[in-house]
């Protein structure tokens, strides 16, 4: 299987890049309840919630990647990426297998990572 790549952008509008360090695996989910986005996907952290949606306009998703809206009906409601590249406006995700169990335990100790280089530097 090819590797599809999408945008995270907005996320200056929640916690700038700080939660996108390459590597990190990024949960997503199907925003259904979204007014303005009707395939609206964002992104999320465990403790921290929303940081980002998938880009879905022409002027937000970066060459070479895919919009919210042409991977909204491919995708799972629930679905993971990992931060490949960052730029001063996008994030560029790669689109990974389905292992849930697997991520969410990854998902946790990138947070504990993250909150103890935290304490670290304060």
């Known amino acids: 299987m090819k590797d599809k790549y999408i ?3 907005g996320f200056n509008h929640y916690y700038g890049k700080q939660p996108f ?4 695996i990024i949960k997503c989910i199907k925003d259904e309840s979204n007014q303005y986005d009707t395939e609206a996907i964002k992104t999320v952290l465990p403790y921290i919630g929303t940081v980002g949606y ?3 306009s022409p002027y937000t998703v970066a060459g070479g990647t895919l919009s919210a809206g042409r991977i909204y009906d ?5 679905f993971y ?3 490949m590249f960052t730029t001063a406006s996008k994030i560029i995700c790669r ?3 389905y292992e849930p169990e697997l991520f969410e ?3 946790q100790v990138q947070m504990k990572q993250s909150n103890e280089d935290k304490e670290f530097w304060d």
């Open 7 to 9: 945008t995270i952008t």
């Open 21 to 24: 360090s390459i590597g990190n």
């Open 54 to 56: 998938v880009a879905n």
């Open 74 to 78: 491919h995708v799972r409601k629930k």
């Open 81 to 83: 990426v990992r931060v």
């Open 95 to 97: 689109l990974e297998k």
């Open 105 to 107: 335990k990854e998902l």
